[in-house]
């Protein structure tokens, strides 16, 4: 494997540094160079990675499991919930107050917050 080392005071690069126009009919030719940055979970210094990957490689190849139908389903539900839930203004003060009082030793955002617990009401109600 290759090892990425960049210029000084680049620290990390991490995303799609050049992507496939997968409308272009030289799509199947084109390549994306994707870079990603992960903390190692050992003293490996070695935590940069680019990957060269063809228009093949990123089309799924196997079909959507009956799994992740309901995983797909339950995110869009909770989403559709925080979305919701975060506009409707009988909520959203006693939400922040809530939020507020266990962010300490909770949630860091308010949007982690809400997904907690629509993902538990939800659970609830579907589980």
């Known amino acids: 494997m290759a090892k990425v080392t960049w210029a000084p005071g680049i620290s990390t690069v ?3 540094l050049t ?9 199947g030719d084109e ?5 990603t ?7 490996s210094k070695d935590c940069n990675r680019l990957f060269l990957r063809g228009l093949k490689s990123v089309t799924r190849t196997t079909p959507v499991t ?3 139908q309901v995983l797909r ?5 909770i989403s559709r ?8 203004l009988s909520y959203v003060a006693a939400d922040i107050t809530n939020f507020k009082a266990q962010r300490e030793t909770g949630y ?3 949007y982690q917050y809400l997904w907690h617990l629509c993902a538990n009401q939800y659970d609830a109600q579907n589980g």
């Open 14 to 16: 991490s995303g799609a």
């Open 19 to 27: 992507k496939i126009n997968k409308k272009s009919q030289h799509a």
């Open 31 to 35: 390549q994306m160079l994707l870079a």
């Open 37 to 43: 940055h992960r903390k190692a979970a050992t003293t």
């Open 66 to 68: 009956s799994d992740e």
């Open 73 to 77: 389903s339950r995110f869009a539900a």
């Open 81 to 88: 919930a925080v979305a919701a839930r975060r506009k409707n």
């Open 108 to 110: 860091k955002t308010f």
